[in-house]
């Protein structure tokens, strides 16, 4: 049964609800893990924790530092999502991935992990990610249902999408200091099946869950009175930023529309050389090459307009999803700075008993300043994956379209040097327009 | 864009366009107001020690321009005559251009009608001509023209109502060959012309949607620190992308139009298929009508009676002919059987000659017609070329600008 901070330093209260720190705590059974990791406990700066934190020995969020350079050296866990397979059963029908797991962690038994998992267990993951370290920014999911209508769920393409979307997801986590040391996240890739399922049955009762959820609603609705300004100006940027990727997400998906009708068109356009040349003799050659060279493009289209579909319009995709999940941690800040502030009225007013008040909102005041700086490290790190996932996407977009031009040229470059024979000495003479 | 034949006479002496177009307003037939274009015809004689001298020149209109055509298609039937650009834009690729006053289409025309005084000048034969001369050079004269092509065209209305009923009986092959051949190419012609408009179309939607990136990009530049200069600079690349198109197909509507003229010259090549039709028949009827009479001559003479004829019946319902009346029926038949051999052999001549002069124009309107559309094939890949290396420029541009972001 894992334990809160909350309970570490004060045993004496029992029902709490789940605190929002970060990392949950390992069982105190196994000490012998902490060993391995507390040599590394010193802190990097923008540091959440707390000096009673620092201390407590369950704590494994110690050696989970939040380093800036986050090389492929320092990267101990290779994830990969692949093989989606379909599943029959008398109730449903559904698609299991293969995780597969490479790690040198010690706190994992094994370095290879071999598990399947469906949707429903990543929606879970992140669930629990988000109500362990509700200030830390997780990668989105992709949806859990497309509203676009005419996407089966079991087609081809919208597989592969959302496995790639997967496997980006348990990357994201893998690579994020804090998020890889989460208990839940080694479970999700190291349990089989049936073991996955007991262990999502433990931790807080629904009741508690329910409890937290009104008390978020009680404190959205009487809102947070002095937000620091940093937060309100990263608010108005993720407004911001939240209309123009949308925008771009529209704007891209319009592209690869009008490609798609070019392409078609195109397709029809090719043969009509072919059929004209049936009817010349000196022009037969020449108009067979022009054919030629129009569906040598159309293949080219072809590949280029894929390429805007399975690099672009994901990536542009998960960042209006990432600036949903963006707003959602913000309010949850404010839900925790708002809880502190209503607490610490209430102790200028209510006739309560004082001390114990006084302690609840001690702990509050930590947990508000926690999350904040959790966030604040978050988002300086958000931003630098964001600025260098829409880099690179765009960056291949313009790499792909080069090459698309590169390629038809060439083709068109070919059959005019096929041409160019007797023609060029009239071309020169009578170039007068 | 036109391969011209500089070396006929009219060509080596003057220069010849068509310089600009004007409206005016007026009053039409019905006595009603209505705006036209009119077009300006420059000649300049080629003379070195004349360069600096203001041309001569005079305004047509476009219906003017028909009529000469038609002046020209009726005095010269083995001709394959150029055709006239479009009286009304049809295969656009964008519904803007399909107003007789868009500028654009004004101007297109305004090339189009140049080409097609320079093609009839630089034919062989139709360059000759006096009232082709005229038609440039006097104004006062033009209704002369106006007259002769009203007689001439009302004399071709009377044959092409023949056209409608007649059928060759032996019609020279390659002629039919021919005729095959120009419905062909105007099948395949309109067609490949509908598609290319389709796909000029979807490619302007692809172009200008980009033009979209350049707005978010530069909206979002501003929220960013680091990305920010890179994005606004990658916006401009963008909306440039997106502007290059119009040039794009500006130019491949000139290859369209190079196209279209061979889809109206087909036209004129059944034409003067119909004319070798007719020529033929007329021969045929002649030498059908002398086979009759040399058949009629026979029974005179002979006093058979082979074939029903009313003479047969009527001689025999009201007695036989006397000895003078069939001698001056002899004689009758004579004189007509020779005027009819007359007649077959001026028609024969006739129609060897057309044939022989429709040849020698086919031949050289299927030289010209190799010669252009390789022209016009080499340009629209040129063009594509063009386009390719645009593209690869932008977004050469554009993938430096993602670099610094």
């Known amino acids: 049964m894992s334990r809160t901070i909350d309970d570490v330093v004060s045993p004496t209260q029992t029902n709490t609800i789940p605190a929002d720190i970060s990392g949950q705590m390992l069982d105190l059974d196994e000490d012998d893990d902490f060993e391995v990791f507390s040599k590394d406990s010193t802190l990097a700066d923008g540091s959440m924790f707390n000096a009673s934190m620092q201390t407590s020995p369950g704590s494994m969020v110690n050696q989970c530092k939040f380093e800036e350079d986050e090389d492929g050296d320092s990267k101990d866990i290779f994830i990969t999502v692949d093989n989606p397979e379909s599943h029959v059963t008398a109730i449903e029908t559904f698609i299991t991935y293969r995780v597969l797991t490479k790690t040198t962690r010690s706190e994992f038994d094994n370095s290879e992990y071999e598990v399947r998992r469906r949707y429903q267990d990543f929606h879970w993951l992140k669930g629990k990610l988000e109500e362990a370290h509700s200030t830390l920014i997780v990668h989105p999911l992709p949806e859990k249902f497309v509203v676009k209508g005419m996407v089966e769920r079991f087609n081809g393409d919208f597989i592969e999408t959302r496995r790639k979307a997967l496997h980006k997801f348990l990357n994201r986590i893998a690579d994020h200091p804090i998020l890889s040391c989460s208990e839940d996240f080694k479970v999700f890739l190291s349990a089989q099946a049936w073991e996955l399922t007991t262990y999502k049955k433990q931790g807080p009762g629904f009741l508690s869950r329910m409890g937290e959820t009104v008390r978020a609603v009680a404190n959205s609705v009487r809102g947070v009175k002095n937000r620091p300004e940093e937060f309100t100006a990263i608010q108005e940027y993720v407004e911001d930023f939240s209309n123009k990727i949308s925008s771009l997400d529209k704007v891209t998906q319009r592209i690869v529309k009008e490609q798609k009708e070019y392409l078609e068109e195109l397709k029809e356009y090719g043969p009509t050389y072919t059929l004209w040349s049936g009817s010349e003799e000196e022009l037969a050659e020449q108009l067979k090459g022009v054919a030629g060279c129009i569906e040598r493009c159309c293949q080219e289209t072809e590949e280029q307009v894929g390429h805007l579909s399975d690099t672009l319009v994901p990536v542009l995709h998960e960042y209006v999803l990432c600036a949903e999940t963006l707003k959602a941690v913000l309010r949850r800040r404010d839900n925790i700075q708002a809880e502190f502030e209503a607490k610490n009225e209430a102790l200028a007013t209510k006739k309560v008993d004082r001390d114990a008040l006084k302690v609840e909102i001690d702990k509050l005041e930590d947990r508000v300043e926690w999350a904040n700086n959790a966030l604040k490290g978050d988002w300086v790190r958000w931003q630098r994956s964001m600025r260098g996932d829409l880099k690179s996407a765009f960056l291949s977009t313009a790499e792909k379209n080069v090459d698309y031009y590169e390629k038809c040229l060439a083709v068109w470059e070919t059959f005019l040097l096929s041409q160019r024979t007797e023609p060029s000495e009239e071309t020169d003479r009578d170039n007068t327009s | ?405």
């Open chain 2, 1 to 405: 864009m036109v391969e011209i034949e500089k070396g006929t006479s009219l060509l080596r002496k003057m220069e010849i366009s068509v310089a600009e177009a004007e409206k005016r307003t007026g009053k039409n037939t019905v006595n009603m107001q209505e705006i036209y274009t009119v077009y300006l015809i420059e000649t300049r004689p080629v003379d070195a020690l004349t360069e600096g001298i203001t041309p001569d020149s005079l305004w047509r209109r476009y219906s003017e321009f028909e009529l000469l055509r038609n002046y020209l298609l009726v005095t010269y039937p083995f001709v394959v005559v150029a055709p006239l650009p479009e009286k009304r834009a049809e295969i656009v690729w964008h519904k803007l251009s399909a107003d007789n006053m868009d500028p654009d289409f004004v101007e297109r025309r305004r090339v189009g009608l140049e080409n097609f005084l320079l093609r009839v000048a630089s034919h062989p034969v139709l360059c000759n001509d006096n009232i082709f001369y005229i038609f440039l050079t006097e104004v006062r004269n033009h209704l002369l023209i106006f007259n002769l092509s009203v007689f001439f065209l009302q004399a071709d209305s009377r044959l092409k109502a023949v056209n409608a009923a007649f059928r060759v009986k032996n019609p020279d092959g390659r002629f039919t060959e021919l005729k095959h051949y120009s419905d062909e190419l105007q099948t395949v012609l309109s067609q490949l012309l509908r598609v290319r408009a389709r796909v000029a179309d979807r490619l302007y939607g692809v172009y200008k949607v980009h033009g979209n990136y350049g707005r978010v990009f530069s909206e979002w530049s501003a929220i960013e620190k680091e990305m920010g200069d890179g994005l606004q600079s990658a916006g401009h690349h963008m909306d440039a992308y997106a502007a290059s198109v119009d040039d794009i197909l500006e130019e491949e509507e000139h290859y369209a139009d190079q196209l279209k003229e061979y889809l109206f010259y087909t036209d004129a090549l059944r034409a003067v298929c119909r004319k070798h039709e007719l020529t033929q028949f007329e021969l045929e009827m002649v030498a059908l009508d002398l086979a009759c009479k040399k058949q009629q001559k026979e029974e005179l003479v002979t006093g058979t009676v082979r074939t029903f004829s009313l003479k047969g019946m009527t001689s025999k319902l009201f007695g036989q002919e006397t000895a003078e009346q069939r001698e001056a029926k002899l004689q009758v038949l004579e004189q007509q059987l020779e005027e009819g051999e007359e007649a077959v052999k001026e028609k024969n001549t006739e129609s060897d000659e057309f044939v022989k002069t429709a040849w020698v124009d086919i031949e050289r309107f299927k030289d010209q017609k190799d010669r252009d559309l390789k022209e016009a094939l080499i340009s629209y890949a040129v063009m594509q070329i063009s386009m390719c290396k645009k593209g690869i420029q932008v977004w050469t541009n554009a993938k430096e600008c993602f670099n610094k972001m």
